[in-house]
Each structure stands twice: as structure tokens, then as C-alpha cells.
């Protein structure tokens, strides 16, 4: 079965930046490398709210409006991995941010997701 | 801010039917199937139903979803006291070119 585990969250001053991780196992490196990844984060006591998208071999990105510009999704394939670089974080960045996978970009649904992981910006 | 509407919360008395609904616009719903997800306490969401009206291996019958126009709908007949959690409902925004979740909706079994 597939687990994801996030990792990367910490406390982290307005303006600054952070990277988060999820690592993907029991998935091959080929299985893996043909999923979509996404990131979707959850603000305490929010909804959630999907932040961004990266398809097989990075050749589509999306990003949602609130974090266009300022957050990079990338994926290391040989590494079974996805990362989020976030810069210029603001206080409404903090959330649990979780890790998912999905078979395609847009008619799709995230099938796995990781625990989670906790970004809280504040000075 | 969501784009898809969900009341906050809904209840029931074990093995009553709750129904939750999710409303959206042309853009969204009216144009994309509909995935509901799970989230139990404390913890992490889970894939509930796809494509308006698919269960997951594993996800018990009594969950149904449905889709009309710009409104998507999850039922939970036989309310069971593990089915307390918040819901998310999620499609495909072709105008905002992103995926956009409902506003949840908490259920609670009285």
C-alpha cells in the first residue's frame, strides 16, 4: 500500500521560508514517477484549500492563486519524493500541509495522503 | 474562501440517514466530477467517493453521492457512530484552472 509522510514544518518568522518533503513508499520508482502530486493545506479549524499540483515528469504545474509566486512544487523521482518550497510566508500560510496523489491533473481525485505536516508563521 | 458551499454541520441519531450537500457554479461542479473525502478527528483526509458516485474498495455501501447541475450530494444511511468527521467536498475548477474544496461539514451522531 502506498504511505506518504510529510515532513519539513516548524515555526517560521513572517517573510521567511521553509521547505517541506513528503516521501513516498510502497511505490516503485515507476509507479511512482507516473503519479500526480499535490499539495493541500488545512488552517486551524478550516476547510481544506489545495495549494498545488505537479504532474508525471514536471511537465504541468499548477498553483492556487494564494501561493502563485511565492511557493516552487518540484519532485525527485529517483528519490520517490515531493517537495514544496515556500518563501515569503505570511501569517495566513499557516496550516497543516498534506501530501497527496492523484492519477491525472484536474478530473481527479487524490487517492493517498500523507499526515501532514505543521507550518505555523508568526514573529 | 471556498467556492463550494456545504452547511457546517449536520446530525443524526445512529442508523438514521444524513445527507450533506455541496453547491457550486458552471465552472465547477456543473462541469466536473465530484470526490468527497473523509477526515476523521485528528487526523489526515481520507478518499470517501469519486466520480459523483464511486466508493472506494473499503468504503462501506451505506455512503452514497450523487450529482446534479452545479449540486453534488453524499448520503450516509445507517449512521454509524464511527461516521462522526468532517466531510470535504472537491472538484475541478476550470476557470480558476485549480482544485477547489467545499467548506466542510461536520457530522455528528447524537
Known amino acids: 500500500e502506498v504511505q506518504l509522510v510529510d515532513s519539513g514544518g516548524g515555526l517560521v518568522e513572517p517573510g521567511g521560508s521553509l521547505r517541506l518533503s513528503c516521501a513516498a513508499s510502497?511505490?516503485?520508482?515507476?509507479?511512482?514517477?507516473?503519479?500526480?502530486m499535490n499539495w493541500v493545506r488545512q488552517a486551524p479549524g478550516k476547510g481544506l484549500e489545495w495549494v498545488a499540483s505537479?504532474?508525471?515528469?514536471?511537465?504541468?504545474?499548477y498553483y492556487a492563486d494564494s501561493v502563485k509566486g511565492r511557493f516552487t512544487i518540484s519532485r525527485d523521482d529517483a528519490q520517490n519524493s515531493l517537495h514544496l518550497q515556500m518563501s515569503g510566508l505570511r501569517a495566513e500560510d499557516s496550516a497543516v500541509y498534506y501530501c497527496?496523489?492523484?492519477?491525472?491533473?484536474?478530473?481527479?481525485?487524490?487517492?493517498?495522503w500523507g499526515q501532514g505536516t505543521l507550518v505555523t508563521v508568526s514573529s | 474562501q471556498s467556492v463550494l458551499t456545504q452547511p457546517p454541520s449536520a446530525s443524526g441519531t445512529p442508523g438514521q440517514r444524513v445527507t450533506i450537500s455541496c453547491s457550486g457554479s458552471?465552472?465547477?461542479?456543473?462541469?466536473?466530477?465530484v470526490t468527497w473525502y473523509q477526515q476523521l478527528p485528528g487526523t489526515a483526509p481520507k478518499l470517501l467517493m469519486y466520480?459523483?458516485?464511486q466508493r472506494p474498495s473499503g468504503v462501506p455501501d451505506r455512503f452514497s453521492g450523487s450529482k446534479s447541475g452545479t449540486s453534488a450530494s453524499l448520503a450516509i444511511s445507517g449512521l454509524q457512530s464511527e461516521d462522526e468527521a468532517d466531510y470535504h467536498c472537491?472538484?475541478?475548477?476550470?476557470?480558476?484552472?485549480?482544485?477547489?474544496f467545499g467548506t466542510g461539514t461536520k457530522v455528528t451522531v447524537l
Open positions: 505537479i504532474s508525471y515528469g514536471s511537465l504541468y504545474i
Open positions: 510502497g511505490l516503485t520508482f515507476s509507479l511512482f514517477s507516473r503519479y500526480c
Open positions: 466520480t459523483n458516485d
Open positions: 472537491a472538484t475541478w475548477d476550470k476557470s480558476l484552472d485549480g482544485y477547489v
Open positions: 497527496s496523489t492523484a492519477a491525472g491533473i484536474g478530473n481527479y481525485h487524490f487517492d493517498f
Open positions: 458552471s465552472s465547477n461542479i456543473g462541469s466536473n466530477p
